[in-house]
């Protein structure tokens, strides 16, 4: 199931780029907005903030899940590369990796 709920997190934020009148190169302006301790990276409480802004309820369990799923180094944190690569992976390398200490490699 959490690839399932995975899939719609990622429309649902392809819908709030679109929303915004964003291109998925500005990826990045939605993370850092969801950052709102400013540490580059999002935390599970920001990914929950920023899932309720979405629209998107998880109970607690699932939040964990998908929050895993998109957490690809498992440091139990989301950085700029791992948040982008999930609605627009083409814009990852080009844009976010700007914001990252390493390469996306994803």
């Known amino acids: ?16 780029l679109l929303s915004r009148g964003l291109k998925p190169g500005d990826v990045m302006l939605i ?3 969801f950052d709102t301790s400013g540490d580059g990276a999002l935390d599970l409480a920001e ?12 109970p607690g369990d699932k939040l964990r899940h998908v929050f895993e799923f998109f957490d690809a180094d498992g440091d139990m944190q989301l950085d700029a590369c791992e948040f982008c690569q999930a609605p627009v992976p ?12 390493v390469q996306c490699t994803m």
Do not use: P, Y
């Open 47 to 58: 990914f929950r903030t920023a899932l309720d802004v979405m629209g998107v309820k998880l």
């Open 1 to 16: 199931w959490s690839e399932k709920e995975a899939i719609h997190v990622v429309l649902k934020m392809q819908e709030l």
């Open 90 to 101: 083409l814009q990852c390398t080009m844009h976010c990796a700007m914001h990252c200490a």
């Open 31 to 33: 993370f850092l907005e």
